[in-house]
C-alpha cells in the first residue's frame, strides 16, 4: 500500500514558475515508478510526466516537453515535478500516481493517486 500526497500547487502569473511535490508512504515507494497527471474543468485527465523507479528515465507529454521536469528522491520518498513558463492553459488539479506493477513508465496503469492540488495559472 502507497499512501500520496500533493502539496506546492497555488495561483501564479503567466511565464511564472511553480514546483510541487509529492510526498509517499510505504516501503514499496522505491519500487515504484511515479506518474503526474493534470485534469482541468471540463477536460479529461491528461498524462503530465512520469519518473522511473531509480529516476535514471523520464517522460513527458509532448506539449510540456522543455517547460516542465520531473525529479524524484527516494531516500526522502518525494517526488519534484518543476513547472516553468507556465501560461493559462496550464491551469488544472494536477494528481500524483504510483505505479507499482508496470515496468519502466507507464501511463495508464497507476494504482495509487493522491488527492490533487490546484494550481491556476493567471493572464
Known amino acids: 500500500q502507497v499512501q500520496l500526497v500533493e502539496s506546492g500547487g497555488g495561483l501564479v502569473q503567466a511565464g511564472g514558475s511553480l514546483r510541487l511535490s509529492c510526498a509517499a508512504s510505504?516501503?514499496?515507494?522505491?519500487?515504484?515508478?511515479m506518474g503526474w497527471f493534470r485534469q482541468a474543468p471540463g477536460k479529461e485527465r491528461e498524462f503530465v510526466a512520469g519518473?522511473?523507479?531509480?529516476?535514471?528515465?523520464?517522460s513527458y507529454t509532448d506539449s510540456l516537453k522543455g517547460r516542465f521536469t520531473i525529479s524524484r528522491d527516494n531516500a526522502k520518498k518525494m517526488v519534484f515535478p518543476q513547472m516553468n513558463s507556465l501560461k493559462p492553459e496550464d491551469t488544472a488539479v494536477y494528481y500524483c500516481?504510483?505505479?507499482?506493477?508496470?515496468?519502466?513508465?507507464?501511463?495508464?496503469?497507476?494504482?495509487?493517486w493522491g488527492q490533487g492540488t490546484q494550481v491556476t495559472v493567471s493572464s
Open positions: 510505504g516501503r514499496t515507494f522505491s519500487t515504484c515508478s
Open positions: 519518473i522511473s523507479s531509480s529516476g535514471r528515465s523520464t
Open positions: 500516481a504510483a505505479d507499482s506493477r508496470t515496468p519502466g513508465i507507464g501511463r495508464n496503469n497507476y494504482d495509487y
